[in-house]
């Protein structure tokens, strides 16, 4: 049997590629001749540079950056495709996992180190940037990333904003007379696969805000200083990204990548499935496993599972999911292209035993499934 394992990360307990290793292992112990190929894989978000780099042929790179809070940090991004390409992820310089949770204030802190990694980038030589878009502390839409590039976002009297979601409200204009002489030479393309708009109700601060440490007044004030920052980047860009889906991605980043970077936004989940070649392995496959921490509705939209799925079911190639917990109405998933979904909790257990046993729960799930699979082939 040909065993494509392919796996998002089960969220706050264990790596996309120690998933691999633990469906891998349940495997083996029934069908020990096997050949199983690991294909660790991430939705574009935070965890997608780590997953691609064990699956693709590329080089990580590590350089000192600003974390949110402007502190130094060693961050990495990866080079591909001949040194041409370069992958970006925000999460890494302004990840939300940087900031302990007391001093998570999305009003100061800022994406000036991811900019600064698409600055290393650029001085590498790569032509192309893909940014992935997710699990950030910021929500400076890309003021930050930008100022790191060169440009300059002055008050009325010249000076430069100060850093942070709170800063945007003293933006008079937008100089571009510094931007990196690269940048414009450079195509940017923005892995998101949430469709919010920049403000409003389903707009970053709104939605998003909290998890960054936004106060509801926070909320407010962020999402007045967004409408205020479209406005500029209107009259001295030209780029009108109010209404732009996806331009609410990683706290108005996806937006601020748009304007200042003529950022093109792609599916994250299609962009792994592209670089990882994960198509051809299944075409080659008998059977695909792939799972994540949580499968309900929200899977259907764009999560690493449904990309998974929809592939196989071209291929006409069986799927077999794993999670931590199912809700919702399955019918969907299983006309997606999933074939039968697993929780990998035998029972009742309580949320820390659940993450500090994820591996072993999921290498003995692997097993039985694999049991009853085995009743059936001869």
Known sequence: MRIVIAPDSFKESLSAENCCKAIQKGIKKIFPDAATFLIPMADGGEGTLSCLFKSIKGKIIRCKVHDPLNRKIIARYGIMENGKTALIEMAEASGLPLIPPKKRNPMITTSFGAGELIRAALEKGCKKIILTLGGV???????????????????????EIPKGADGLKFLDRIDTALVHPKLKK??????????????????SAQIYGPQKGA???MVKEIDKNLFHLAKIIKK???KSILKKAGAGAAGGAGGGAMAFFNGKVQSGIETVIELTNLEEKIKAADLVITGEGKIDR???FGKTVAGVATLAKKQHVPVIAFC????GDMKKLHELGINTIFSIASGPVSYNESLNRTSLFLQRKTE????????FIK
């Open 236 to 238: 001295d860009l030209g």
């Open 137 to 159: 502390a910021t929500n400076d839409a890309a003021v930050g990333m930008a100022q790191a590039l060169g440009f300059r976002f002055l008050d009325k009297k010249g000076r």
């Open 368 to 375: 039985e499934v694999m049991r009853l699979l085995k009743i």
């Open 186 to 203: 450079t195509e940017f393309f923005l892995c998101c696969d949430v469709k919010n708009p920049l403000c409003g109700k389903n707009g």
């Open 324 to 327: 931590g917990q199912i809700s």
């Open 298 to 300: 929200q899977t259907l």
């Open 215 to 217: 106060s509801p007044k």
